[in-house]
């Protein structure tokens, strides 16, 4: 399992920073691909970022590359989702998700994760 760090609705204005924390249990977290999905009212849930189980590889939706940054640490049993640059189409429940198999490299798909966090809401504000 993985879930946030801190609760609670995250607000920041456009063009400001935040950085998202979940925390791992349960599992050898160190074996598994990570990743963050987010999920705006009344859309599916999107793809954000994902980073392998050694954290070697790490990839990101189009929408959100050049100002997300995706993380882990291994020894802490810990991953991030650094947003820099936000946007009002940001705002969305972000989920932090770790891969149903070990040893992968990261996935694009939903169907690859089974472990997902609680969700933090994150409002960007124009």
């Known amino acids: 399992q993985v879930q946030p760090v801190e609760s609670g609705e995250k607000l920041v204005q456009a063009g400001g920073s935040l950085r998202l924390s979940c925390a791992g249990s349960g599992r050898i977290f160190s074996n598994y691909g990570l990743g963050w999905f987010r999920q705006a009212p009344g859309k599916e849930p999107e793809f954000v970022a994902a980073i392998g189980w050694s954290g070697g590889i790490d990839i990101y939706a189009d929408s959100v590359k050049g100002r997300f940054t995706i993380s882990r640490d291994n020894a802490k049993n810990t991953m991030h989702l650094q947003m820099n640059a936000l946007r009002s189409e940001d705002t969305a429940v972000y989920y932090c998700?770790?891969?149903?198999?070990?040893?992968?490299?990261?996935?694009?798909?939903?169907?690859?994760?089974?472990?997902w966090g609680q969700g933090t809401q994150v409002t960007v504000s124009s």
């Open positions: 998700v770790m891969e149903r198999r070990p040893f992968t490299t990261g996935s694009r798909s939903a169907d690859d994760y089974d472990a």
